[in-house]
């Protein structure tokens, strides 16, 4: 079995599958506690919202400097010590605020430590797994990447089940459990064979990149999924419960868990389809249905319909992260590390720019989170004039 594990590229796979669910566990763990910890903690809405923009801004600097740095380091010690940072900030969150000068320092040094983690995880899992001697590239890619959607479903699931049986005052325990994930994947990564980057194409300079026109396309696009994606998935429970009038538990479960069973159930079909389907057209007729999405969601005046809005703008943006990456691998087979650096740097910037877009606006307007989503529009807009000046 070890043997196994040490020499098949299946192995690499999977345990970049973990490494996409340990994503979702640092993205989407602490959303679920937004309200419990403005109560507990005294937060405003504000300080609620620089958690979400500092973690992804932290994971938006990792990616920055892992378009220079990865290669000198190497994947294998990167991607351990990426799971090394997410465990301790995970159960950081149980400890350091009662050991800071003020809980939200502690929640915040917390944050920092698995954003850290949660970077290096973007950069490092998309080429490693492309690298993997498998057939259908795009297929493998949009798999992957559906398990960030089925860690984000466990991370809603497992979690609300324990809020309800052991009451959501004893988050810190779940905090701690969480941080277990990570750990495993430590030693599963030391373990597993990695294979080189680009091995197949003349890797191009970061200059030479940097000059190609349709890598900053690229980018835009990055930046507008990421940000189509977070801003209604980090701000889905606080809506469903302030904005929907419905309990914690129907709004995370209604919210952002049929959000996230539906963006990987879109992954998932298009990578067993992904033959019949043509990845551009696909991500197209995705956009037009995201813009569908956040008007019903904004414009709804019933509950029902409103969460029917969320829960169906998962499926839409299920597709804009992966296929923008096979996109890019196909136009640009010698963009290597620093591609993939880059553009998880913009999907980040994205994720970071989405969620605080939506907050500071509903802020703007007394707290209303409809106003926020109604701005948040622009991005799956700004998607789908990007994918339509894609040439062939």
């Not at 999977?14 to 507990?40: C, E, H, K, M, S």
């Not at 801004?57 to 400097?65: A, G, K, M, R």
């Amino acid at each position: 079995m070890l043997q196994a594990v040490k020499t098949k590229y299946e192995h690499t796979i999977y345990a970049g599958y973990i490494g996409y669910i340990t994503q979702a566990i640092v993205n989407n763990f602490a959303p679920l506690l937004f309200l419990t910890f403005g109560r507990d903690y005294g937060l405003t809405l504000d300080q609620i919202t620089l958690i979400t923009t500092v973690n992804f801004l932290i994971q938006l600097c990792v990616d920055l400097l892992s378009a220079k740095l990865m290669d000198r380091i190497g994947y294998r010690r990167g991607i351990i010590g990426a799971h090394l940072f997410a465990a301790v900030g995970l159960a950081g969150m149980a400890f350091l605020p009662d050991l800071a000068p003020s809980p939200y320092m502690g929640l915040m040094i917390s944050v920092v430590l698995y954003a850290i983690g949660g970077g290096i995880i973007e950069v490092l899992i998309s080429p490693i797994i492309e690298a993997c001697p498998t057939e259908k590239k795009e297929a493998a890619m949009s798999l992957l990447h559906s398990f960030y959607c089925w860690g984000h479903v466990s991370v809603v699931l497992i979690s609300t089940a324990f809020f309800r049986l052991c009451g959501v005052q004893n988050w810190k325990i779940m905090a701690c459990i969480w941080a277990l994930v990570p750990l495993f994947n430590l030693f599963y990564f030391s373990l597993v064979p990695l294979y080189p980057i680009a091995a197949d194409a003349e890797e191009l300079s970061l200059g030479g990149l940097l000059g190609q026109k349709v890598f900053w396309l690229f980018m835009v696009i990055m930046v507008c999924a990421g940000a189509s994606e977070q801003a209604m998935s980090q701000w889905a429970s606080a809506f469903a419960e302030s904005g929907l009038q419905v309990s914690k538990t129907v709004g995370d479960l209604a919210g952002p868990c049929a959000f996230a069973v539906l963006m990987g159930t879109s992954r998932a079909l298009y990578a067993k389809y992904s033959e019949k389907l043509p990845l551009k057209k696909f991500m197209k007729l995705s956009a037009v249905l995201c813009i569908f999405c956040y008007i019903v969601a904004a414009f709804s005046g019933q509950a029902v319909v409103g969460l029917l809005g969320c829960a169906l703008c998962g499926f839409s943006v299920g597709i804009f992260w992966p296929g923008t990456f096979s996109v890019a691998a196909g136009r640009l087979p010698g963009g290597g590390t620093a591609m993939y650096a880059l553009m998880a740097l913009a999907g980040d910037v994205g994720c970071s720019f989405g969620p605080t877009v939506v907050g500071l606006t509903a802020s703007a307007f007394g707290g209303n989170l409809k106003s926020g989503l109604t701005m948040a529009m622009v991005f799956p807009i700004l998607i789908l004039l990007g994918i339509c000046m894609l040439k062939e």
